[in-house]
Nanobody, 121 residues
Framework: QVQLVESGGGSVQAGGSLRLSCVAS??????MAWFRQAPGEEREGVAY???????RYADSVKGRFTISRDNAKSTVYLQMNSLKPEDTAMYYC?????????????????WGQGTQVTVSS
């Protein structure tokens, strides 16, 4: 049973920072990503990073969020700076062995339980 365990969520004021972490129980998945889902909204891709280090970000977070990974630890991080109230959502870690994409969640084989991020104005 593959597990992804997220940590690092919380409540901050606008302009603040948070760092999310996700540890996978499998060795270095091909693609690791962060998705988020706000109440009443569809799940959206935030950022992904391939095993080789290729990254991509949603336009809404470019320049504010940074994704990174430690392959030896099968861990992916999401450094979130200059947080805005519209970043408030449940953040999910995802991992997959096929393709990296932010457009759809189906290529990802495994998902974490989610960690809540709340940004107040």
């Amino acid at each position: 049973q593959v597990q992804l365990v997220e940590s690092g969520g919380g409540s901050v004021q606008a302009g603040g920072s948070l760092r999310l972490s996700c540890v996978a129980s499998i060795s270095s998945p091909y693609c690791m990503a962060w998705f988020r889902q706000a109440p009443g909204e569809e799940r959206e891709g935030v950022a992904y990073i391939s095993r080789a280090g290729t990254t991509r970000y949603a336009d809404s977070v470019k320049g504010r969020f940074t994704i990174s990974r430690d392959n030896a630890k099968s861990t992916v991080y999401l450094q979130m700076n200059s947080l805005k109230p519209e970043d408030t959502a449940m953040y999910y870690c995802a991992a997959g062995q096929s393709i990296c994409t932010l457009a759809q969640s189906s290529p990802y084989n495994w998902w974490g339980q989610g960690t809540q991020v709340t940004v107040s104005s």
